[in-house]
């Protein structure tokens, strides 16, 4: 394989969500200049991920972000297991004992996590390309070759490492010849991003519970919030559900004290359980949810995947400390 000008440290990030952007970060921190390609021509919309816990702070408040994060977000204090039927309170979970910095759980949207990651990774230099698709990718002991198709053709493009972060259908993962092991049949739900009107706490998670299936309701900043269900399947022709059955839902299950209106986004989506055997294939590096996938099409990433940059750099430091791919 002819490698070109390729040195041995160049980095090559798939996809610039939470996980993507976050290996970017600790790359430029570690005196590596990555490179960052993003099929998505804009960022995207869509609440998605919105729980950060407090590994993930711990790990975003070195990066130098969270502060930035918790003005776009909410400190959830507690957690509640709520009857849906009666509106009582079953237990309550305080977070403020956990031997952390950060004894508390941070709801934020995921655009305003990408937002908040892009513009430190801009300030760390780092640029990410947008409209850009890995297509092909081939591998040998010192280094890759990869295929990046943009709107100016398809160019092959020598790096000596690849971090997959494409999300739970990635490119990455399929190129470098592996696969999910798991569950692909998993709990269905309905989700809505809307602004709620509620005597509730804005401060507390709370999980309704009531025999048709569970109902959660996260706090976001302001009166926005994500409000979920456990639903039975909604078949493939289904759509989005609509505001009004989303009410629906919780004026029978969450005992009629939250009332939504002015969605952002309303889904169905199948929460599922796989993983791939390793993370680490040779010089390709697999994280977040190209890695361990627990959501279906268009659900909400797993916080701990999508914004915990431990794993990310736990990897990442390995490999950038060793020049044999199979010293791992």
């Known amino acids: 394989m002819d490698h070109g ?12 969500g939470p996980v993507g952007l976050t290996a970017a970060c600790q790359l430029a921190r570690l005196g590596v200049r990555p490179r960052v390609v993003e099929t998505l021509e804009r960022p995207t919309t869509e609440s998605r991920a919105v729980g950060v816990h407090a590994r993930s702070l711990e790990m975003l408040a070195a990066l130098d972000v969270l502060p930035r994060l918790e003005s776009r977000g909410r400190r959830i204090a507690a957690l509640e297991m709520v009857d849906g039927r009666t509106a009582r309170t079953r237990a309550r979970l305080e977070l403020g004992d956990a031997p952390t910095r950060h004894p508390y759980v941070l709801d934020v949207a995921r655009p305003d996590t990408e937002a908040v990651l892009a513009e430190r990774a801009a300030e760390l230099g780092v640029v990410v390309e947008r409209g850009v698709t890995l297509t092909a990718l081939t591998q040998d002991a010192d280094g890759v070759e990869v295929a990046l198709r943009s709107a100016d053709g398809e160019r092959t493009v020598p790096v000596g490492w690849v971090v997959g972060a494409d999300g739970g259908h990635s490119t990455t993962r399929h190129l ?6 798991g569950g692909f049949h998993g709990q269905h739900f309905a989700m809505a991003d809307v602004d709620v009107d509620t005597p509730l706490s804005p401060d507390t998670i709370r999980m309704f519970t009531h025999p048709d299936g569970m109902g959660i309701l996260f706090p976001l900043a ?16 289904a759509g989005a559900p609509t505001l009004e059955q989303i009410q629906a839902l919780a004026d029978a299950r969450m005992g009629g004290r939250v009332r939504a209106h002015d969605p952002r986004w309303l889904t169905y989506f199948e929460i599922h ?4 055997p390793r993370y680490r294939h040779g010089r390709v590096l697999l994280a977040g949810d190209a890695a361990p996938a627990r959501a279906g099409d268009h659900a909400p990433d797993p916080v701990a995947d999508s914004a915990d940059p431990g794993l990310v750099r736990r990897y990442l430091d390995d490999a950038l400390r060793l020049t044999e791919p199979s010293a791992v």
């Open 222 to 237: 302001g009166t926005r919030a994500r409000i979920m269900f456990f639903v039975d399947p909604p078949g493939p022709d």
């Open 273 to 276: 359980h796989a993983q791939v």
């Open 176 to 181: 470098a010849g592996t696969h999910l092991e």
């Open 5 to 16: 000008n390729r040195s041995g440290d160049d980095v090559l990030v798939v996809g610039a």
